[in-house]
């Protein structure tokens, strides 16, 4: 297999554009959105679950035993890979020993047969080829292939959860929450192509691949494994290369790092990652300021952490670009108001602070009138009592003389 086979691999077959039953296309933002972030015609939408804005880390289960050390599983026994029964697998044909099992980051081959639990046959696939460990097929592939030797064929029982989860898929046609029955065997295993050895297209249409199962992972609300997705295109785009490239390869390759790092901004927003995504929103506008996705999610962003005033500024610049976008009107008008709400707030709680000094003079001044009459009261009533002591000793004089 060259190694231009070896990257077009993985999707070029329909297990790698699993689709979820759904009425249209996910938008990438929430309710009221207009623009279309999985739109290719859109400028829309890094390693491992560790997305390229420092979001957590989504932990995935690791296979019961160690992939690379002990005996080969016995025949006709069922092998339980998680340890909670949910993911299985027996060996039905034994392969080549342990040190022929693949790892994580290679290239493989395998045969294919998918059922349901009942033995209804949904799929076959003579040569299903994709890289191991990245998420490019369903979790129980993934998990189950490390697990196996050169040559080994084995039956695979696995919970929807490791499947098509509860929305199911069209292709192949799987009913929602349903447990598989997969007949796997490997064929092959090789180390995946130096990514500085690819040419410009093929590095491209590699990236291209990733970013769209992280397309089919947001669509199905798997976040985490979306953001993955996108982190493995954009270490592709980012990667070095010994290869000549055109100006016209190198905007081409640009433009999918910016449609990953718009997809994984609205990705990391659903997982509540808000300075991961904000780093996404920035890392865009660095190669294209006027990106109007890349704007809008930054102000929900700074919304979001109650930086109402910057994320106005944005949303402004953003309807400045695009003055007929209803969604940047709606959320924009959203702000206003919540601002105008904080500045209220802060002001009733400053004046409750401070207290009120209108009615604090309006209180002085009463006291004052009050005083001063309570003086003139007092003044007046001495006076007359001087008046009439003055006229009683006068008459005891004039009755002494």
């Given at each position: 297999?060259t ?7 993985a ?8 689709s979820?039953k759904?009425?249209g ?14 739109d290719?015609?859109l ?17 995935t289960e690791?296979?019961?035993e160690?992939q ?18 949910q ?12 040190d ?25 696939q003579?040569?299903?080829s ?15 292939v490390?697990?196996?030797?050169m ?6 029982q ?7 989860g ?14 598989l ?17 690819l040419?410009?297209?093929?590095r ?6 990733k ?7 947001y ?6 494994f ?15 290369s010994?290869?000549d ?6 905007e081409e ?10 997809n994984?901004?609205a ?5 509540d990652?808000?300075?991961a995504?904000?780093?996404s929103c920035?890392?865009?506008?660095a190669?294209?300021p006027?990106?109007i996705?890349a ?11 109650g930086?109402?005033?910057?994320a106005i500024?944005i949303?402004k ?19 206003v108001?919540?601002?105008l ?7 009733a ?14 209180s002085?001044?009463k ?15 001495g006076?007359?009592a ?5 006229v ?10």
């Amino acid at each position: 297999m060259t190694d231009k086979e070896k990257v077009k691999g993985a999707g070029d077959n329909p297990e790698m554009v699993l689709s979820g039953k759904k009425s249209g296309k996910a938008s990438l933002l929430d309710s009221g959105e207009d623009f279309e972030m999985l739109d290719d015609d859109l400028d829309d939408d890094p390693p491992p679950l560790e997305d390229a804005g420092g979001g957590k880390k989504t932990k995935t289960e690791e296979p019961a035993e160690n992939q690379d050390t002990g005996p080969s599983a016995p025949l006709d026994e069922w092998m339980d890979i998680l340890g909670n029964g949910q993911l299985k697998k027996k060996v039905l044909q034994a392969g080549n020993g342990p040190d022929s099992r693949p790892t994580k980051g290679q290239n493989v081959v395998i045969y294919l047969k998918t059922s349901l639990a009942d033995g209804t046959l949904l799929e076959e696939q003579p040569e299903l080829s994709f890289t191991l460990g990245d998420g490019d097929v369903i979790q129980a592939l993934d998990l189950t292939v490390q697990l196996m030797e050169m040559r080994e064929k084995a039956l695979v029982q696995a919970n929807a959860k490791y499947a098509y989860g509860a929305l199911g898929s069209l292709a192949p046609e799987v009913p929602p929450s349903a447990e598989l029955a997969l007949e796997v065997q490997l064929l092959d295993a090789t180390e995946a192509p130096d990514l500085e050895l690819l040419s410009p297209q093929e590095r491209i249409a590699l990236a291209g691949q990733k970013r769209e199962r992280g397309n089919v992972y947001y669509q199905r609300a798997d976040y985490a494994f979306a953001v993955n997705s996108y982190g493995i295109a954009l270490q592709i785009t980012e990667s070095s290369s010994k290869v000549d490239i055109s100006p016209e390869e190198e905007e081409e390759l640009m433009d999918v790092k910016v449609k990953c790092l718009n997809n994984m901004a609205a990705a990391q927003l659903k997982l509540d990652h808000y300075e991961a995504a904000l780093r996404s929103c920035i890392s865009v506008l660095a190669h294209q300021p006027d990106n109007i996705k890349a704007l809008f999610r930054k102000g929900k962003v700074l919304a979001l952490q109650g930086e109402y005033a910057e994320a106005i500024k944005i949303l402004k610049r953003a309807l400045k670009l695009e003055p007929s976008n209803k969604t940047i009107h709606a959320e924009l008008s959203k702000l206003v108001k919540k601002h105008l709400e904080q500045k209220g707030a802060e002001q009733a709680m400053y004046k409750k602070m401070l207290g009120n000094p209108a009615s604090g003079r309006g209180s002085m001044q009463k006291h004052q009138a009050k005083s001063s009459w309570v003086v003139s009261w007092k003044w007046l009533f001495g006076a007359t009592a001087v008046a009439i002591g003055g006229v009683a000793l006068s008459v005891v004089i004039a009755a002494r003389n």
